[in-house]
């Protein structure tokens, strides 16, 4: 998937970065971030029919969707479909607990930014909210 950032550009010498992903913020971003902050860029591939299991951040992720649909299941038990070029920005801390799903026939594919306190895991797995294990 690594593809030179401007493809049509003209040759050069210079090196050119490979375009992870391309997308297009639709929310508010208001990042604040402290000294030492861990920044960690993260690929994930997630096959039709699967899901990563409920979980939060300790920071916050800012993510593209690269291909697929993205169909992430929100802790007021709402439910936000983000298609291949959609942007989506997580929730901070256990009361932004959420799950993503790949409820389509192909491949969904994620490109995320991660800034988190340092020693803090990308995830935590976390229960379903009550509104949402009753639903």
């Given at each position: 998937?690594?593809?030179?950032?401007?493809?049509?550009?003209?040759?050069?010498?210079?090196?050119?970065?490979?375009?992870?992903?391309?997308?297009?913020?639709?929310?508010?971003?208001?990042?604040?971030?402290?000294?030492?902050?861990?920044?960690?860029?993260?690929?994930?591939?997630?096959?039709?029919?699967?899901?990563?299991?409920?979980?939060?951040?300790?920071?916050?992720?800012?993510?593209?969707?690269?291909?697929?649909?993205?169909?992430?299941?929100?802790?007021?038990?709402?439910?936000c479909v983000t298609p291949a070029g959609g942007c989506i920005v997580e929730p901070v801390g256990p009361r932004g607990v959420h799950m993503a799903e790949n409820r389509e026939p192909?491949?969904?594919?994620?490109?995320?930014?991660?800034?988190?306190?340092?020693?803090?895991?990308?995830?935590?797995?976390?229960?379903?909210?009550?509104?949402?294990?009753?639903?």
């Amino acid at each position: 998937m690594n593809r030179p950032l401007s493809a049509g550009a003209l040759p050069t010498d210079e090196p050119l970065p490979a375009l992870l992903a391309d997308g297009l913020l639709t929310e508010r971003l208001a990042l604040a971030v402290p000294e030492d902050t861990r920044v960690v860029v993260a690929d994930y591939e997630i096959a039709p029919g699967r899901s990563l299991p409920w979980h939060y951040h300790e920071g916050r992720v800012v993510a593209v969707v690269t291909a697929g649909v993205l169909t992430r299941t929100l802790a007021d038990g709402s439910e936000c479909v983000t298609p291949a070029g959609g942007c989506i920005v997580e929730p901070v801390g256990p009361r932004g607990v959420h799950m993503a799903e790949n409820r389509e026939p192909e491949t969904l594919r994620i490109c995320a930014l991660f800034f988190l306190p340092q020693g803090s895991p990308l995830s935590t797995r976390a229960e379903p909210p009550d509104r949402v294990a009753r639903g």
